[in-house]
C-alpha cells in the first residue's frame, strides 16, 4: 500500500464523500442514471462494467528466468523484477496471518470491497489521520494492473494504473468486484503474497525469504513472517538490510495487530521482538551474466537469446530481453560445467587476462552442433584491465570484438577441394621457398585471371612433396599450387560448405576484400588457402567439426530447449544438420589429419590416449595469430592466440607478431614466457587440455576408412588441344582436372617456342600430369676439352630454377633419346623462361 499524504480539510471531507458515493453504487448494484455522476466517473465506470482485462483473470506475475548447465546447475538469471511463484500451500501458514492480520483482517469475511474498512478509513482521513480502505483484493488488483503495464513496456498504462484520482478508484472497485467472482480467497491470497514488493528487489514472499533470511518461504517463523508482511506498506522504508530499526519497529506492530486479533498469544510476541535481524543470513540473488560463473559464456548466451534466431520470444530485441527478465523461461544449454571451467584453466595457464593478447577455446559436439564449452583469458565482464563485454569467438552480431586470420588451418579447404574434384592425396609438386607465382593463371568463379605479384615462402621446408607429406608440414607454396589446380572458386566454395564465415558477417564470394581496393570476392584472392580471411574461432570449429561428422555441418547452437512457466516447449534454432561435404572426401581429410597430429607439425598437441584424433596447425603472416583446430569423432575444438589489436603494445601498428613476446599464465607464475609463435608450441598447449578434460570417460570412437575414387583419383579425357596456343591449351587441361608440367627439349626451332604436349588424347588419371614440352633451341655443339663442371653447370643451373615435381622428358618416347640433357622447369601454365647459363634469349610468357 502507498502511504497517503494528509491535506486540507476539504481534500478529506471530498474523498469521505467520495467512497460514500462508491460505497452507494456498488451496494446498488452499480446501477445509476448517468446524470447523477461527472463526466469522468461515467465514463470509467462504463468501460469498467463492459470488460475485465484477462490479466485479472490469469494473473501474470513477472518470474525470473534460469539458464541450467548441462548438469542442471545454474549458469545464470535473469530478472527485472525477483520473483519466485509458489504455491499457498508452500507459503508458512504463519506468513499468511501475519499478513491478513496486518493489511485486511477481515479477507476471509467481507466481499471485493470492506464497506467497514471503508467507511472507517474515510472518517480518519477527514479527521487528517492516514489510513488506506483497500482490501488485499483491491491492492492485488492495483498490482497486477501495474505488473501487466511493465510487462507490455507500457509507462502510460503504468501511471495509470497508479494514478490518485477517482476514475482509477472506480475502476479498481469495479475490477475488484469481478476478480472475487473468478477466484477464492485462498487464489487471491496465493497471487497477492507472490505479487507484493518486499523491499530490495525481492518480489513475493518466496523471493524475500531467501534474499533476508536464506530460506524458503514455507519455513518462514513467527518474527520473520510479521516483519516481511510489515514491510508491504512501505519496503524502501522498512527494508531491514539498510533501515533496521524502522524494520523492526514495524514487525513490533505487526506482531501487536495479531495479538489483538488473537492470532498469537502476547507471550509468543514478546518472545518473538527480542529477536534481530541477522544480516549474515543475507543472500543476494545474482542477476544477469555478471553474477555468472562464466560470464562471458554467459554474455553469448544472452546475446544469441535476444538475436532474431528467438523471434518466439518477441518481434525485436527489447521484447525478447522484456520476456528473458519477466517470463519464467527454463532454457536448458548442453554446456558442461567441468569442460568449461577445463577450457579456462587451459587458457588461463598459457596467457593472463592482462597480457596484450586474445585467447580461445571453443568445443563443439559435430553430430549436434551443441557447443559444450567457449573460454577466453577474459573471462570478467567489465571495464576494469584485464576485463571485457566482448566474446572473442563468435561474431560481432553476437557479442563479437572482431575477427582474425586463421593462417594455415585454410589449407585443410584446398585438400578437401582437390579431393572432392578427384585429385588424389598422390599428388606431387616440388615446393621451392620462395616461389614466385607473379603473372600466373588463376581461377575464380568468374573466370581465369594473372595472379598479382606474389611469392609465399615457407617456414617448415622445402621440396617434393605429396598432399599428406605436405599437410604434415604444413608446405605453403606446395598448397598455392594445389589450389591453383583445383581452382580458387572451388576451395572457396568447399570452405563455406565446411560452415566458415567472415567475422564481419559478410560473404566470401559476393563482398569486397578489405584492403583489396575494390575486389569482391577471395575467389580473386591467390593466398586464400594460406588463411587471410579473418574469422572467428566459432566459425572454424564450426568447419572442422564438418570433417568430424563426415561432412554434415551442423550450425553452432548454445541452446538445447527452453521452457514456459506454463510449462510449454517454446521454439529453438535448429542446429539444421546437412550434407555438404562427400562423406569420403570429409574421411579422407581425416585420415590426412590424422598423419598431421601423429607425425606432422600438431604432433606436440596429440591427446596421447589412444583415440583417433585430427588437427591441422595455422601461424599467420608475421605470426599475427597461431591456431590449433582439430577434432575427433565425438569432440571438435579450436584454440587460437592473436595480438589484441586494441591493446597498448599494437594499437596502431602494421606489424602485430605475437612470437617473442611475454605471457603470464598461471603455468608460470606470473613469469613471463615467451611465445614461440607456433599453433602447436602455443595454441596446442590449449587444445590439448581442454579436450583431454572436454573427452574423460567418453567412448574412443574410430573414424571411417576411406576408400574408392577418393583414394585412387579419379580418370578423365584428355581433352583436344590441337590449334590451341600453350596458354589456351594448358588452360583446357586444367579446366579438365588435369595438372599441368613443363619439359624441355633441344629442337630446331627458336627457344621458347611451344613444341607439343603429351599424352595429347586418350583416358588418364587426373593426377598424373600433362607435359607441355617447349623447345630449348638447338643442341650446343661440344666444346673440345670440354670440363666437366663447364658440361653440367646449364642442366643444374636450369633445373634448380625449374624445379618440376618429376623429370619428365623420360616419360615420352618421343623424347626418351635426350632425356639425359633436357632441362625442366617448375609446373606452372605460366612460364618465363629465365636466363640459362647458354647465351640463347629466353623464351616468352607462354600464357
Not at 497517503?4 to 446498488?28: D, E, M, Q, T
Not at 491492492?139 to 510487462?151: C, I, L, R, S
Request: net charge positive; with cysteine.
Amino acid at each position: 500500500m502507498t502511504p497517503r499524504k494528509p491535506g486540507s480539510n476539504a481534500y478529506h471531507l471530498g474523498w469521505f464523500a467520495a467512497l460514500s458515493v462508491i460505497c452507494g453504487l456498488l451496494v446498488a448494484g452499480l446501477i445509476l442514471p448517468y446524470a447523477w455522476l461527472g463526466g469522468s466517473v461515467v465514463k470509467a465506470s462504463a468501460n469498467s462494467l463492459e470488460s475485465l482485462p484477462a490479466e485479472l483473470e490469469i494473473g501474470p506475475q513477472s518470474e525470473r528466468s534460469k539458464v541450467l548447465m548441462s548438469d542442471g546447475s545454474v549458469l545464470a538469471e535473469f530478472y527485472n523484477e525477483n520473483r519466485v511463484y509458489v504455491p499457498l500451500d508452500k507459503i508458512a501458514p504463519m506468513m499468511q496471518t501475519a499478513q491478513i492480520a496486518i493489511e485486511d483482517d477481515r479477507f476471509y469475511e467481507h466481499g471485493a470491497i470492506d464497506f467497514r474498512g471503508t467507511a472507517r478509513a474515510a472518517l480518519r482521513s477527514a479527521s487528517g489521520s492516514t489510513q488506506g480502505g483497500s482490501t488485499l483484493t483491491q491492492q492485488y488488483v492495483k498490482q497486477v494492473q501495474v505488473e501487466t503495464a511493465k510487462y507490455n513496456n507500457d509507462e502510460e498504462a503504468a501511471a495509470k494504473a497508479t494514478e490518485q484520482t477517482l476514475t482509477r478508484k472506480v475502476r479498481e472497485l469495479r475490477y475488484a468486484v469481478a476478480v472475487e467472482k473468478k477466484l477464492t480467497k485462498d487464489q487471491i491470497l496465493e497471487r497477492y503474497l507472490n505479487i507484493a514488493y518486499y523491499g530490495a528487489g525481492a518480489y513475493g514472499v518466496e523471493a524475500a525469504s531467501r534474499l533476508y533470511f536464506g530460506t524458503s518461504a514455507d519455513k518462514l517463523t513467527l518474527p520473520q513472517a510479521a516483519l516481511l508482511a510489515g514491510m508491504v506498506q512501505n519496503p524502501a522504508a522498512t527494508d531491514p538490510i539498510n533501515n533496521e530499526t524502522l524494520a523492526l519497529k514495524r514487525r513490533d506492530t505487526v506482531l501487536n495487530r495479531m495479538v489483538q486479533l488473537g492470532k498469537i498469544t502476547p507471550a509468543e510476541a514478546e518472545a518473538a521482538k527480542k529477536t534481530g535481524f541477522d544480516k549474515s543470513k543475507v543472500q543476494k540473488p545474482k542477476n544477469d551474466c555478471t553474477d555468472s560463473p562464466f560470464q562471458t559464456l554467459c554474455w553469448y548466451v544472452r546475446s544469441v537469446l535476444l538475436s532474431d534466431q528467438f523471434k518466439s520470444l518477441g518481434k525485436d530485441s527489447d521484447e525478447r530481453l522484456n520476456t528473458l527478465q519477466r517470463g519464467g523461461l527454463t532454457i536448458q544449454t548442453l554446456i558442461d560445467p567441468k569442460a568449461q571451467r577445463s577450457a579456462e584453466k587451459a587458457v588461463a595457464r598459457v596467457v593472463a587476462p592482462t597480457d596484450p593478447f586474445i585467447s580461445t577455446s571453443v568445443l563443439i559436439q559435430p553430430k549436434t552442433g551443441l557447443i559444450v564449452a567457449m573460454a577466453q583469458n577474459r573471462t570478467k565482464l567489465g571495464n576494469k584491465d584485464g576485463e571485457t563485454w566482448f566474446n572473442y569467438s563468435v561474431n560481432r552480431n553476437l557479442g563479437g570484438a572482431e575477427g582474425y586470420q586463421a593462417g594455415s588451418t585454410f589449407k585443410v579447404f584446398t585438400v578437401a577441394a582437390a579431393l572432392n574434384k578427384g585429385i588424389s592425396a598422390d599428388r606431387r609438386y616440388n615446393s621451392p621457398s620462395p616461389m614466385d607465382f607473379t603473372g600466373q593463371t588463376f581461377r575464380s568463379c568468374e573466370g581465369p585471371f594473372p595472379a598479382p605479384a606474389y611469392r609465399p615462402k615457407n617456414s617448415t621446408g622445402s621440396g617434393n612433396f605429396d598432399m599428406t607429406q605436405a599437410t604434415m608440414r604444413s608446405i605453403n607454396t606446395y598448397f598455392v599450387q594445389l589450389q591453383r589446380a583445383v581452382g580458387n572458386c572451388d576451395v572457396v566454395k568447399m570452405a563455406q560448405a565446411a560452415g566458415v564465415e567472415r567475422a564481419d558477417g559478410k560473404d566470401l564470394l559476393k563482398d569486397e576484400v578489405p584492403g583489396s581496393g575494390g575486389v569482391k570476392g577471395f575467389d580473386k584472392v591467390v593466398s586464400f588457402t594460406l588463411g587471410p580471411v579473418e574469422v572467428t574461432p566459432m566459425s572454424m570449429a564450426q568447419a572442422y567439426a564438418t570433417f568430424a561428422n563426415r561432412g554434415v555441418r551442423c550450425d553452432p547452437i548454445i541452446i538445447k530447449s527452453v521452457t514456459t512457466k506454463a510449462g510449454k516447449k517454446a521454439p529453438v534454432p535448429s542446429a539444421n544438420c546437412k550434407q555438404t561435404i562427400d562423406p569420403r572426401v570429409a574421411d579422407r581429410v581425416s585420415q590426412i589429419l590424422q598423419r598431421t597430429i601423429e607425425s606432422g607439425t600438431a604432433r606436440p598437441a596429440n591427446l596421447g590416449d589412444g583415440r583417433d584424433q585430427a588437427a591441422k596447425t595455422g601461424t599467420t603472416d608475421s605470426a599475427e595469430a597461431v591456431w590449433l583446430a582439430g577434432y575427433t569423432p565425438d569432440m571438435a575444438g579450436v584454440s587460437m592466440i592473436a595480438a589484441d589489436k586494441q591493446s597498448d603494445q599494437y594499437k596502431g601498428r602494421k606489424s602485430r607478431s605475437i612470437t617473442g613476446r611475454c605471457v603470464h599464465g598461471t603455468d608460470y607464475g606470473g613469469r613471463c614466457h615467451v611465445l614461440s609463435g607456433s599453433g602447436s608450441g602455443d595454441a596446442g598447449k590449449i587444445w590439448r587440455a581442454s579436450m583431454r578434460a572436454a573427452l574423460e570417460g567418453q567412448p574412443r570412437t574410430k573414424f571411417h576408412k576411406p576408400s574408392g575414387e577418393v583414394i585412387e583419383g579419379k580418370k578423365a579425357t584428355i581433352p583436344d588441344t590441337k590449334g590451341l596456343s600453350m596458354k589456351d591449351a594448358m588452360a583446357k587441361v586444367e579446366a579438365a582436372g588435369f595438372s599441368t608440367e613443363i619439359a624441355y627439349e633441344y629442337s630446331g626451332y627458336r627457344e621458347g617456342t611451344y613444341l607439343y604436349s603429351y599424352p595429347s588424347s586418350g583416358i588418364r588419371s587426373v593426377n598424373r600430369p600433362i607435359t607441355f614440352v617447349i623447345s630449348n633451341g638447338p643442341r650446343p655443339q661440344p666444346k673440345p676439352k670440354p670440363s666437366k663442371k663447364a658440361t653440367s653447370e646449364p642442366t643444374k643451373k636450369a633445373t634448380s630454377k625449374k624445379a618440376t615435381s618429376k623429370p619428365t622428358a623420360s616419360k615420352t618416347s618421343k623424347t626418351s633419346k635426350k632425356a639425359t640433357s633436357k632441362p625442366t622447369a617448375k609446373k606452372t601454365t605460366t612460364i618465363k623462361v629465365t636466363k640459362k647459363p647458354t647465351s640463347k634469349p629466353t623464351a616468352t610468357k607462354s600464357n
